[in-house]
């Protein structure tokens, strides 16, 4: 069983404990929060959980992966300092405000020898390889994705607050937030963009409300569609030379049919996972289990390299719509 410790006590944070402990391969050790309070609370249907309120003193308790879901930009002091003390971390998505931090905290979990893993929840599920596998005998000639989902901070954004969600401070916005979803599937399905661009709706705090991106692969393009003061139920589509493959989302995904241009309709059989986080979390703790073997070094390496491929997209987009971080002044 892998010692799991958790930094950030919010609802993502509990609900990655509840897909790790799905998973039967994680045991939740300690929890560190800014409030031994919500540590606490976080923590009382478990036992034995060793509660800290000092980073510092967390840190040197015995675990052997941390899992980070504080706000974005607070992310990279915490990893950095996980790592130095020789613990192998999950950061949540974004992992970092800008790809010198990436990169930083890629090269320094190298030379320490621990893991670090980016929670970009929707690469790990059993979905997302059928459809790379479906795509593998069609030419791809375009694409829409969109995600966008009032979130629960609006209220408090439209009484005048700025939530970290919402905030430059933060490293907020909705490109760091469900944009990265629609970023890593483009990646990972249709590679490397040549290059990049993205008009957002800006907010007085500096980041975008929401936002219409288009990838540009030289003979497609892709058009990305994020908002956080809305829902849309649109579906997703890749366009190939043979048909539409329509997904109800690139995240979660529970559906996909390919409907060919001769109007015939082929269904994707897609079984959706038990947890929306269970396959993410299965994925890191079967990588750190058998972390020697070149398969994982292997794996290990290319989800790096999605990583850092998503990270220097989603900067240029967000630098061509003039969203500046307070991190990226660092
Ligand atoms: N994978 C997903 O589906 C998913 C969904 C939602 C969010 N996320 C990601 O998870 C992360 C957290 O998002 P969130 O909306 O939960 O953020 P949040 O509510 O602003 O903060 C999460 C937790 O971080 C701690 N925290 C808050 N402000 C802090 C500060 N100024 N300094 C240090 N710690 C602070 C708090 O825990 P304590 O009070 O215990 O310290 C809080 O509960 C983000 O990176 C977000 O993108 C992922």
Redesign the pocket.
């Known amino acids: 069983m892998l010692k799991l410790g958790i930094?950030?006590?919010?609802?993502?944070?509990a609900?990655f404990v509840e897909a790790a402990q799905m998973t039967k391969k994680y045991h939740l050790e300690a929890v560190?929060?800014?409030?031994l309070e919500?540590?606490l609370s976080?923590s009382e249907d478990f036992s034995h959980v060793s509660l800290y309120e000092n980073l510092d003193e967390f840190l040197m308790h015995d675990m052997d992966m941390i899992y980070i879901?504080?706000?974005?930009a607070?992310?990279f002091e915490?990893a950095k300092k996980a790592i130095e003390a020789g613990h192998h971390i999950i950061?949540?998505?974004?992992a970092f405000s800008n790809p010198s931090e990436l990169n930083e905290i890629i090269s320094l979990a190298n030379e320490k020898k621990v893991l670090f893993f980016e929670?970009?929840?929707n690469i790990h599920e059993h979905a997302f390889e059928v459809i790379h596998e479906f795509l593998a005998d069609k030419k791809v000639i375009g694409a829409d994705f969109t995600y966008s989902k009032y979130s629960s901070?609006m209220p408090a954004l439209l009484r005048g607050e700025v939530?970290?969600?919402f905030n430059a401070k933060?490293s907020g916005g909705l490109l760091?937030?469900l944009g990265?979803y629609l970023l890593y599937a483009a990646v990972y399905w249709f590679g490397n963009p040549k290059s990049a661009t993205y008009d957002a709706v800006i907010l007085e705090s500096g980041v975008d409300l929401s936002g219409i991106g288009s990838l540009d692969y030289g003979t497609f393009k892709v058009a990305l569609k994020c908002a956080g003061n809305f829902n849309s139920y649109l579906p997703c589509e890749i366009y190939t030379t043979t048909g539409t493959l329509v997904l109800d989302s690139v995240n979660a995904i529970k559906s996909a049919k390919f409907i060919k241009n001769d109007g015939g309709v082929e269904t994707i059989k897609i079984i959706p996972a038990k947890h929306?986080?269970i396959d993410e979390a299965n994925h890191f703790a079967e990588i750190y289990e058998t972390r020697e073997t070149p398969s994982s070094c292997y794996l290990y390496k290319d989800l790096q390299d999605t990583a850092k491929d998503v990270a220097q997209i989603s900067y240029q987009m967000r630098r061509a719509a003039g969203i500046v971080f307070d991190a990226d002044q660092n």
Do not use: C
């Open positions: 930094i950030g006590t919010g609802w993502i944070s609900s560190y929060s800014r409030h919500s540590a976080f879901a504080s706000p974005n607070v992310h915490q950061v949540e998505k974004p929670a970009a929840r901070k939530p970290n969600k933060y760091a937030d990265v929306p986080l």
